[in-house]
């Protein structure tokens, strides 16, 4: 089974999904679920590197990056700005190590959930 958030009309969904292999019927069909925008849509397409992942904790717009690929960061440190019902929030770094990827863009809108960066 795989795990994905998903959103619908501003409220998330924790779903789990089972992959059937070919041949074999599902148990019970299920109406298809709308479709939502893909979150990605505003952000780079990178790809994703291991390690920690930063994401946002609630839904708004991306103020300001503060962080760059290479950076080496302490836990704590904000990583970007948030802004949620007029008010600007930071999204700080867990942990100790190395920016390895920066998956938002400044004026983008997020999800909770949505991947901003990733620490190695």
């Known amino acids: 089974m795989k795990r ?39 952000a780079p397409a990178a790809p994703v590197a291991e390690g920690t992942k930063v994401t946002a904790p609630m839904p708004g717009t991306i103020l300001d990056i503060k962080v760059n690929v290479g950076d080496t960061i302490s836990s704590g440190q904000a990583v970007a700005i948030l802004e949620a019902m007029k008010m600007e929030n930071d999204i700080n770094a867990p942990c100790d190590g190395k920016v390895l990827s920066v998956n938002v863009t400044k004026g983008a809108a997020v999800e909770t959930g949505t991947l901003v960066c990733v620490i190695g």
Not at 14 to 28: L, R
């Open 4 to 42: 994905y958030n998903i959103t619908v009309n501003g409220k998330a969904y924790d779903v789990a999904v089972e992959e059937i292999g070919e041949g074999e019927a599902p148990v019970a069909a299920a109406a298809p679920a709308p479709t939502a925008p893909a979150a990605a849509a505003s």
